[in-house]
Every structure is written in structure tokens, then in C-alpha cells.
């Protein structure tokens, strides 16, 4: 009975957006450098009916949404319908920078009427924007709750249907992306499990500067003295590697390198996963500290940005900000994680730095204090996805 029942939701949610409505208030009241390579971005072409006749007056007409969920899956799904005049031709594409947009490019039809941005549900995507690109082309801009992947989607139109009295439609569907944990922490770093890898070791030396200084052991230096104070504090601290070797073997993959890591952080089921990295450049005047996280819940950012704030505070160095980024090491792990570039090899001034222990041990007092803030912050949050 259950079943029939969601099958008997889900032909009315599709029954809904297959015409046209008027307006959205209905809906809305219901429904209240150089570092490992960042995913690319994946062009889409909407799969279109055989109507592709494209007019010069056409324009976006109408915009509505809504989200369903099947309660016997256990998913939901938004969809979101912009009907057109007339017939136009569909792309789309994930930013590959943040991972969190979705821009969908739609040709043959300018704006219109619709309005400059429309309130989404909040949990999937937050707001949609329309962009004029001329006054034959538009641009929708999907603002994601989540980071999601091209999997996540799926963009289509469907033709008119005079009898029926059915526009010509753009249909965009976005899957809600559930992590597979549900977090509830606690203040203080004492009996947490965390993950600390340092990047590159054995055959990859990582990034090496201008006085041979190699990138993997300067992440191994700091990350052994992060270990020492995360265990003098009463946390636990999974290394993913503890001496220069390569953690998959010999002659891996890079995906079967990577993933070695973090299988240690998912098999161990770490609270946080860390990766240090040094950065590098061809101008050898750039430098500075960035982080990078992938947002899965709600508490990537905040990791990020608490381990940030505090590596600028001990080493003084720029602060690069934090920065939305596709690492497999980031997304393929379970819990909040980071990747920290704590500076740059190919700045000579940050090449003697890095060498310097002194200034590893800022790093690693860095790191472990933010640490330190975020969960102190993370358990204000009360839990939850």
C-alpha cells in the first residue's frame, strides 16, 4: 500500500509540471594554482524532441517548482519548469570552481518577464537567477544548498502541445544529495578521531622549490607534530601516512593513491579528515595560506574556515581565503574534511619557512587550534546532516 501510494504521488508531482501554471505563490506556500587537479566542469546538452525551430520573439515565460519526496526511497527531488513561447536549445554545466551552481544556458529565448531570482526550497538549491545574454539568449543560475555532481541532475525540454493548451518547456530535476552520515559533535578535542594526511611521500615528491625542498616532507614534519598535540589533547589520530612511502604501494594509480587515504578516514570513521599540501607557482612572488573544503554538509565550510582563520593567525603568512574545491581526497571522504596549502614552495622567502621547524610547529599549533574551534562551533550547530 505504501508503494501504490508514492507511485500515486509521484504521477501527480509529474502530472503537476507537465502544464502550465500561472504564477508560483501556490508552490512557495506549500512548500516553504598548483594542487591536485579540481573536477572540471562536464558540459550538458539537453536531450530535445524534434521541435528545434527557433524564433526571434521568444522569450521565458513563466517559472515554477516544487519538491518531492518519495517517502518509501527515502529521496526528494527538485523540479524545477521554465516555460518558453516557443522552442529553444538546452546546455548545462556544473561551475567547475565552486561545484555548487548549476548554470544552464538557454538559446532562442531572451528573459522576459520572469522574475530577476525566485526563492528555491532551501535544502536542495537556495534561489534560481535569470541573466540576460542578449536579446535572443538567456542564462539560469541555480545557487546549490550542496555540492552536487552530474549524476545529480538532469536537464530536458519538452515540446508544445496545442491541444492540451502545454507550452514549450525546460524541465531541470536535482536529485537532494544525503550524506551518509549524521553528525552530532561535541566541544573539545579530547576522545575525537581525526585524520590527518600528509600529502604526496614515497615515489611523489610533491611540489619542490627552488632550493629542492620537496613538498611531502614538509606535510609529513607538520603533520607529525600535529599528532602530538591532537594526542596530548586526548584525541585520537589516524595518519594516513607515517614515514615517506607511498600509502596505496609502489607504481599506483593516482586514484588508487588517493583513495588509499581516504579509506582511512572511512574505514576508522573519523570525525575530520585534514590534508596538508604546500602550494606552488610559476611567479615566485606569489604566496600565502589557502584552504579548501567540498561542501557535503553543513559543516565543510565551517572546518575550513576555523582551520583557515587560525593558520593565518600562527604563521602570518597571506591569507588566501577558503575556497569550494572538487580534491578527490575532500569529496570521497565521509565526514567534514580540508585540504590546507600552507604556503608556497616556489616563494623562496616560504621555501626557508616550510624548512624551518619553528614555523612547522606554528603550523601545526595553527591546525589543532583550529581544530579546536571548530568543534566548539560545530556542536552549537546541535547536529544533524
Not at 529553444?88 to 531572451?110: E, H, P
Not at 518547456?169 to 551518509?180: C, G, L, T
Not at 615515489?203 to 598535540?229: C, F, H, M, Y
Request: glycine content about 8%; charged content about 20%.
Amino acid at each position: 500500500m505504501r508503494r501504490f501510494r508514492s507511485a500515486l504521488l509521484g504521477l501527480l508531482f509529474l502530472m503537476l509540471f507537465l502544464v502550465p501554471q500561472v504564477g508560483m505563490a501556490a508552490l512557495n506556500d506549500n512548500i516553504l594554482e598548483a594542487n591536485p587537479a579540481v573536477a572540471v566542469s562536464t558540459l550538458k546538452t539537453a536531450i530535445s524532441l524534434p521541435q528545434t525551430k527557433l524564433l526571434g520573439n521568444n522569450q521565458l515565460t513563466n517559472v515554477r517548482w516544487l519538491v518531492h519526496n518519495d517517502a518509501v526511497e527515502g529521496t526528494s527531488k527538485l523540479r524545477l519548469v521554465i516555460d518558453t513561447k516557443d522552442a529553444v536549445r538546452v546546455s548545462s554545466k556544473l561551475d567547475g570552481k565552486t561545484g555548487s551552481q548549476l548554470v544552464i544556458d538557454i538559446n532562442g529565448a531572451a528573459v522576459g518577464k520572469v522574475d530577476d531570482s525566485v526563492t528555491l526550497d532551501g535544502k536542495i538549491a537556495d534561489k534560481v537567477r535569470f541573466v540576460k545574454k542578449d536579446n535572443n539568449n538567456s542564462q539560469v543560475v541555480v545557487d546549490l544548498s550542496t555540492m552536487i555532481e552530474d549524476s545529480n541532475y538532469k536537464v530536458f525540454t519538452l515540446k508544445s502541445d496545442e491541444i492540451n493548451k502545454k507550452t514549450f518547456r525546460v524541465v531541470v530535476d536535482i536529485d537532494k544529495v544525503v550524506p551518509k552520515i549524521e553528525y552530532n559533535f561535541t566541544a573539545g578535542l579530547r576522545n575525537k578521531v581525526i585524520a590527518i594526511d600528509p600529502g604526496h611521500g614515497g615515489s611523489d615528491p610533491g611540489a619542490i622549490g627552488a632550493n629542492k625542498l620537496q613538498e611531502k616532507i614538509v606535510t609529513l614534519a607538520v603533520a607529525q607534530r600535529v599528532q602530538a598535540l591532537l594526542e596530548k589533547a586526548g584525541a585520537k589520530v589516524l595518519m594516513t601516512r607515517k614515514t615517506d612511502v607511498d600509502v596505496y604501494g609502489p607504481n599506483a594509480s593516482a586514484v588508487e593513491e588517493l583513495s588509499a587515504r581516504t579509506i582511512v578516514a572511512n574505514k576508522n570513521k573519523a570525525d575530520v579528515f585534514v590534508s596538508l599540501h604546500i602550494n606552488a607557482f610559476t611567479n615566485p612572488s606569489v604566496g600565502g595560506i589557502a584552504t579548501y573544503y567540498y561542501q557535503k554538509s553543513k559543516y565543510d565550510m565551517l572546518l575550513a574556515d576555523c582551520i583557515q582563520d587560525n593558520l593565518i593567525k600562527s604563521g602570518g603568512l597571506q591569507d588566501r581565503g577558503i575556497n569550494a574545491a572538487g580534491f578527490y581526497v575532500i569529496k570521497k571522504t565521509q565526514m567534514p574534511s580540508v585540504l590546507a596549502e600552507l604556503g608556497f614552495i616556489s616563494n623562496p622567502d616560504e621555501e626557508k619557512l616550510l624548512s624551518n621547524p619553528q614555523f612547522q610547529q606554528k603550523m601545526a599549533q595553527g591546525i589543532v587550534q583550529g581544530l579546536d574551534a571548530f568543534f566548539a562551533q560545530a556542536a552549537k550547530k546541535g547536529g544533524g546532516l
